[in-house]
């Protein structure tokens, strides 16, 4: 079991080169060196260029440097900067009721969603609210050991970046997992004062507002100067028919206070602006900009749906767009063919990430995001030269970074940021006389080809497994924590619980308290 507090991380050696690779920086500078190496001294990028130029830079350290490098053979791979995953939200304490696994294993008789069809945004609102007091009923223990293991799951993936944009968790446990995993994270609260209820004329309140802005400046507070550079906090609001204009009003003006950025799901389901304008008396985006948080420090989620004077206003602030492409398929959104408008934002110059969402499961992770981008952008737009691969990478490192105001330390493999980088295998039939293995790792590749995964200089994973802490460990205190949460807290009889958890755990003795 991983304790945040008593973890020892894997330890950095003095120098890691990464020799011989196809290395894909995501930086516009010097976005490709084949063959090329990187240097890491401590937790910082020093060198990044052609093998013999590297070396050379390699030569010139110190002795006792020299004699702690860890030289990685990469000719046979690609070297990536690590993922930052700027929408997240972890999930996972949901993973029996909320389309999860007590479902029929025959998915003939499914039915739409709530997100389908265009969405149903009263249930929508009424459903993310009721969250906000059913997660308190997590113990510190549930929470903590659930969260690590959904966080592993990021990781695993390439991951080493995550924007939670509010979470069925406790933001003391998603920070004590992100230490604990040796991730960088960015924290929030799951910010609902308000619901828009079915068959109800106007927005009800919910909850005081007062209270959520003093959740959210505390995390603000305890974030702002973290020592180890790994965690920060930003406001973000759950869905825009869940906020009060108090909670809208009070979360731009933390934002402005804390220098930060503001997330929210806005634009994301073809009947959300005239459920909105019903409930509130105008569009989401417009509210937005009423409330004074639509700005270039806005990252608007999904954002797929806005008439012409809001796209226009989406240019003029700068706003920072971020889409999850892999998702919308299982979720019956429509966000990218609905409109087209985040694949003509991208031809006009914003910024556009992609992301991963959340859900129960594992779901499409940053890879997958990014073909589905390549794909379905150059589809739309009839034009394979709109997104190229390499603008997919940069989608889901700088540009992602840029979002959450973090890429002077993140988000591309440049001298002097953050030794956080990616080494995927690209020797197999795939890649075979490619001289672009970024395009046949889009065209074929995912997730689980990520061999190693490197954060600040400290090897997490290598060769798909974990580093320093046992795996199956982390998985059976999940599964412990999630039976002892689902019995107590969402009343799933024994009897339930053991036909589905009995296959993977022994024994519900020892739940996490």
């Known amino acids: 079991m991983i304790d945040a507090e008593a973890a020892h991380l894997p330890v950095r050696p003095a120098a890691l080169l990464v020799r011989g690779g196809t290395v894909c920086t995501a930086d516009p500078v010097a976005p490709v060196h084949s063959p090329g190496s990187v240097l890491v001294v401590g937790d910082r990028v020093r060198q990044v260029g052609g093998v ?24 046979s791979m690609m070297v990536l900067p690590g993922f930052v995953n700027a929408h997240w939200h972890e999930m996972f304490a949901m993973r029996l009721p909320f389309k999860g696994a007590l479902r029929d294993p025959d998915d003939r008789g499914d039915e739409a969603g709530f997100m389908a069809c265009g969405g149903d945004i009263p249930r929508i609102s009424t ?19 659930i969260a690590r293991y959904s966080l592993w799951t990021q990781l695993r993936c390439g991951t080493t970046t995550i924007g939670d944009v509010g979470s069925f968790n406790l933001p003391e446990a998603l920070a004590d997992a992100v230490r604990g995993l040796g991730m960088r994270g960015m924290l929030s609260t799951w910010a609902s004062d308000a619901v828009c209820a079915p068959g109800e004329s106007r927005r009800r309140r919910t909850r005081n507002a007062a209270g ?47 220098d930060t950025a503001f997330a929210t799901h806005v634009g994301s389901l073809r009947n959300e602006a005239e459920s909105t304008r019903a409930y509130y008396g105008t569009s989401p985006l417009r509210r937005l900009g009423d409330l004074g948080l639509l700005s270039d420090r806005l990252v608007a989620v999904h954002c797929g749906y806005a008439d012409d004077e809001e796209r226009k206003l989406l240019l003029e602030n700068r706003v920072h767009v971020s889409h999850s492409p892999a998702k919308y398929g299982s979720t019956g959104e429509s966000t990218l063919t ?54 997919a990478l940069a989608m889901a490192t700088l540009v992602p970074a840029r979002g959450l105001r973090w890429d002077s330390q993140i988000g591309s493999l440049r001298e002097g940021k953050q030794a956080d980088l990616l080494l995927i295998p690209a020797d197999d039939w795939r890649y075979l006389l490619n001289p672009r293995p970024l395009e046949a790792f889009l065209h074929l590749g995912g997730s689980c080809d990520i061999d190693t995964v490197v954060v600040a200089g400290r090897t997490l994973v290598e060769h798909g497994r974990p580093t320093f802490f046992d795996e199956t460990e982390l998985r059976d205190d999940y599964l412990r924590a999630l039976r002892s949460f689902s019995g107590r807290a969402l009343g799933i009889g024994g009897a339930v619980l053991d036909g589905v958890l009995g296959p993977h755990t022994a024994s519900p003795a020892g739940g996490a308290s």
Request: proline fraction near 5%; glycine fraction near 12%; charge should be negative.
């Open 212 to 258: 959520l802005l003093a959740d959210i400046g505390d995390l603000l507070e305890r974030y702002s100067g973290d020592s180890g550079g790994r965690l920060r906090a930003w406001p973000t609001a759950v869905y825009p028919s869940n906020m009060t204009d108090s909670l809208g009003a009070g979360l731009a003006e933390l934002a402005v206070r804390h």
């Open 338 to 391: 609905g409109t087209g408008l985040i694949t003509g934002l991208i031809r006009e110059g914003l910024d556009v990430s992609v992301s991963t969402d959340g859900s129960v499961y594992p779901v499409g992770g940053m890879a997958e995001s990014m073909r589905a981008a390549w794909q379905t952008h150059n589809e739309m737009a009839g034009d394979n030269t709109l997104v190229l691969p390499s603008d």
């Open 127 to 145: 459903t993310f609210d009721s969250f906000h007091e059913l997660m308190r009923a997590l113990t510190p223990g549930e929470a903590r050991a």
């Open 52 to 75: 013999e130029e590297v070396d050379r830079a390699a030569a010139a350290l110190p002795p006792e440097v020299r004699e702690g490098t860890r030289t990685v053979d990469a000719r």
